[in-house]
């Protein structure tokens, strides 16, 4: 009989025929990660102290402090963008902190823009959220076709979902949306799994085909700043973060972990080429982190990147 992966996590089962269906459809690529409980997964990942998403959120709250300073007149409106925002929960903070600016959350997933726009709809009237893929702005929403240009752009977490060429049309999208000399921030991990030591010989080499075959980038951080400089940045400032998991911390990382492998298992299973090897897979590599684990980490990069008019320009 066949092994189902069954957990609370569970995403509806996709078979490689609807992933290329859909890729027939949209050359964007698809997000592994998408399951009718993705909004809810990001609603809470958002609130892990462990990934210290406040050092990214007062830096970008420095940035447009400067911008509001460098305009004018104090009283101008800054636009301000979130390119690919998930959940928008974060965003929604600095939303009610900054209450005279208008945010926007672009996302191109329906479910997650109605959840956020249902959420936030009476808390925050200066927060909109707009199911946009970015990617394809022109064709697939008329209405962004025009020269909308925002104050300060962030994007978290995006980078890492899209393969290497797929990620300069990214940065190329941002570039177009920004006004000169503001300031784009963008977040990554330089290695999404984590670095660990594991004697485990099948764990390892299901990794290694995985980096070498996901549509993903599991190592999107490292490539990050080149990216903007080949994109035309004139400054690109970093700031490279360890986040570090011990004890406790690497326990409910597996539940977390876990709970992106079960969403992502229909893309494991088409890079593994089984579902037993995907079952497999997920089952080490979560037996590691809860049994044998000791410290497992991360790097993360935030950058700060600013365009010139002429960069901006550039096609
Ligand atoms: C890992 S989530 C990160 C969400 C949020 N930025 C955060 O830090 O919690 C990546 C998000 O990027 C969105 N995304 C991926 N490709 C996109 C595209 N082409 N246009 C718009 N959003 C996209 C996905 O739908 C998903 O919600």
Redesign the pocket.
């Known amino acids: 009989m066949k092994k189902l992966r069954t957990s609370k996590y569970a995403v509806p089962r996709l078979t490689l025929a609807d992933a290329t269906t859909s890729r027939q459809r949209d050359p ?2 698809i ?1 592994i ?2 399951s009718a409980k ?1 909004f809810y997964r ?1 609603e809470q ?2 609130r892990v102290t462990a990934y210290r ?1 406040e050092t990214e959120e007062n830096l970008f709250r420095k940035e447009v402090q400067k911008r509001l300073n460098s305009k004018s007149n104090s009283s101008t409106e800054l636009k301000i963008l ?9 965003f929604a903070r600095l939303a009610r902190e900054f209450s005279m600016f208008q945010f926007e959350g ?4 329906e479910d ?1 823009i109605r959840q956020a726009s249902r959420l936030y709809a009476t808390t925050h009237q200066n927060l909109t959220f707009h199911r ?5 702005i022109e064709k697939n929403d008329p209405r962004f076709k025009s020269d909308t240009r925002f104050d300060a752009i ?5 980078l ?3 393969q290497p060429p797929v990620q300069k049309n ?1 940065i190329r999208a941002l570039r177009q949306r920004i006004n000169p000399g503001s300031p784009i921030m963008v ?1 990554d991990l330089d290695s999404v799994l984590g670095h660990f030591h594991t004697e485990d010989s099948r764990l390892l080499r299901q990794m290694k085909t995985l980096e070498e075959k996901l549509p993903i980038d599991l190592h999107a951080g490292k490539r990050m700043p080149q990216l903007l400089w080949e994109a035309g940045a004139t400054s690109v400032e970093l700031t490279i973060e360890p986040l570090i998991l011990q004890g406790k911390e690497i326990r409910a990382e597996s539940v977390r972990m876990q709970a992106r492998l079960e969403h992502a298992f229909p893309t494991l299973k088409a890079t593994l080429s089984s579902e037993r090897e995907a079952n497999d897979f997920i089952d080490r590599y979560i037996r590691f982190l809860k049994f044998e684990c000791r410290c497992l980490y991360f790097t993360k990069l935030i950058a700060v990147a600013r365009f010139t008019k002429k960069g901006i320009e550039r096609s």
Request: proline share 3%.
């Open positions: 964007a690529p997000y990660l998408e993705e990001l990942q958002s998403f979130d390119a690919g925002c998930g959940s928008g929960s974060y672009w996302d191109q997933a997650r946009i893929n970015i990617l394809n962030f994007c978290r977490f995006v890492q979902h899209l990214w977040v």
